[in-house]
């Protein structure tokens, strides 16, 4: 089993719809915890940290779910620029420990 | 803004060459990483180091050897390439104060391909 899993997708959604992914971790000595979003060939850009209390960032909104070891992403009114894929990070008990998950595909279309 | 610069988007090597892939930040972050990022594995970590002259074995060191000898660079040098070592190398950098625990910044990757 993966320290950490993500739906993979590819999740096709219209413009303007609300979607959500979910993220997984299996150690609980897990730190810190980020959403980054890669574009085809490019590099993964960090989205936003999450924090315990929950974080929103414009039409983004991340929650965190330590009882039950999960990390939430949430995008509303969907834009056709958000097509990507969404990493989850967790970085735990030292600086080198950053585990990511393998990815989920978002596709809006129009 | 961190800025994490890498010497080549693109590069073609011979197989048993020797390979130097570099990597600049210019933030004063202690901490830089190389990964390598293939279809279906995901990003899996080469080499890590937390200070000058320090570094730590990733999870897939073999091939791979690193030198840090200022803050600011970090290389990855392939001692002999192979085929497959082909794939995308990104570098990134993170600070360990306040915390070891802060994001990671990538820089923009250089596309290896070993023939």
């Known amino acids: 089993r993966k320290e950490v899993e993500q739906d993979p997708g590819p999740f096709n959604v219209p413009e303007g719809a609300t979607v959500a992914f979910n993220c997984t971790y299996s150690?609980?000595?897990?730190?810190?915890f980020f959403w980054y979003r890669q574009d085809c060939r490019k590099e993964p850009k960090l989205l936003m940290s999450v924090y315990s209390s929950g974080n929103e960032d414009g039409r983004f909104t991340a929650q965190l779910n330590r009882a039950s070891q999960y990390i939430s992403l949430l995008i509303r009114d969907s834009k056709l620029s958000d097509s990507a894929t969404y990493l989850c990070v967790v970085r735990r008990s030292s600086a080198s420990k950053i585990i990511f998950g393998s990815g989920t595909r978002l596709s809006i279309r129009p | 803004d961190v800025k994490v610069t890498q010497s080549s988007r693109y590069l073609v090597k011979r197989t048993g060459e020797k390979v130097f892939l570099e990597c600049v930040q210019d933030m004063d972050h202690e901490n830089m990483f190389w990964y390598r990022q293939d279809p279906g594995l995901g990003l899996r970590l080469i080499y890590f180091?937390?200070?000058?002259?320090?570094?730590e074995k990733g999870d897939i060191p073999e091939g791979y050897s690193v030198s840090r000898e200022k803050k600011e660079r970090f290389s990855l040098i392939l001692e002999s390439a192979s085929t497959n070592q082909t794939s995308m190398y990104l570098c990134a950098s993170s600070p360990s104060k306040p915390t070891d625990y802060s994001p990671l910044h990538f820089g923009n990757g250089t596309r290896l391909t070993v023939t």
């Open positions: 150690n609980s000595a897990s730190q810190s």
């Open positions: 180091s937390y200070d000058v002259k320090m570094k």
